[in-house]
């Protein structure tokens, strides 16, 4: 089993920043993939960014903007947000995938002014 605990999120303007954290715990030696989800409210949750070793992906609305990163000591994987939007308010979640399962976190609010 892996637990994951989302921090960080807040209410920031637009062109603000934050940094989101998601710390593992249990049995992170499964753990393959982590990644960030977003969804916000009335639509479907969206894929925001993904890290597999040292390979980085993002959804195209994310790119340039934000950064993925991972810190192994700690079992803590990163997103860092920059220029964000109002759109980009979402619950953002990050997901920990192993080869038998994935494990998801409860989430942390982000909300985005004008």
């Known amino acids: 089993q892996v637990q994951l605990v989302e921090s960080g999120g807040g209410l920031v303007q637009a062109g603000g920043s934050l940094r989101l954290s998601c710390a593992a715990s249990?049995?992170?030696?499964?753990?393959?993939?982590m990644a960030w989800y977003r969804q916000a409210p009335g639509k479907q949750r969206e894929w925001v960014a993904r890290l597999t070793g040292s390979t980085t992906a993002y959804t195209d609305s994310v790119k340039g903007r934000f950064t993925i990163s991972g810190d192994n000591a700690k079992n803590t994987v990163y997103l860092q947000t920059n220029s964000l939007k109002p759109e980009d308010t979402a619950v953002y979640s990050c997901?920990?995938?192993?080869?038998?399962?994935?494990?998801w976190g409860q989430g942390t609010q982000v909300t985005v002014s004008s």
């Open positions: 249990g049995s992170t030696f499964s753990i393959r993939t």
């Open positions: 997901s920990a995938g192993s080869y038998a399962r994935t494990y």
